[in-house]
């Protein structure tokens, strides 16, 4: 059974950083692509960033670049997101999720398996 936990979610001043992780079980996610969305209250969910590893590709939303870092652990299966200079509107609860199908990775992808999400609040 495929399991994906995230945690490090909080509440964090507008500025600090958090770092989130995705703990895979039942799957192992090295060579597949992975990704990080967020959802805020009556917003829709949005992708924040993507990683195939394979070929060390990367993509980020408009609104994160430069301030949030994508990362992978393939021996611990694990996957990170490393929060900076966060901002009121990255509040949001923050999902991992993994694509089955090897052939492309982007950021509006679909995905095939999702946790259950960790919530980050900012203050501001």
């Known amino acids: 059974q495929v399991q994906l936990v995230e945690s490090g979610g909080g509440s964090v001043q507008a500025g600090g950083s958090l770092r989130l992780s995705c703990a895979a079980s039942?799957?192992?996610?090295?060579?597949?692509?992975v990704g990080w969305f967020r959802q805020a209250p009556e917003k829709e969910r949005e992708a924040v960033a993507v990683?195939?590893?394979?070929?060390?590709?990367?993509s980020y939303a408009d609104s994160v670049k430069g301030r949030f870092t994508i990362s992978q652990d393939n021996p611990k299966n694990m996957l990170y997101l490393q929060m900076d200079s966060l901002k009121p509107e990255d509040a949001a609860m923050y999902y991992c999720?993994?694509?089955?199908?090897?052939?492309?990775?982007?950021?509006?992808?679909?995905?095939?398996?999702w946790g259950k999400g960790t919530l980050v609040t900012i203050s501001s």
């Open positions: 999720a993994v694509r089955v199908a090897e052939n492309i990775c982007h950021l509006n992808v679909p995905m095939d398996y």
């Open positions: 039942g799957y192992s996610i090295s060579n597949k692509c």
């Open positions: 990683i195939y590893m394979p070929n060390r590709f990367t």
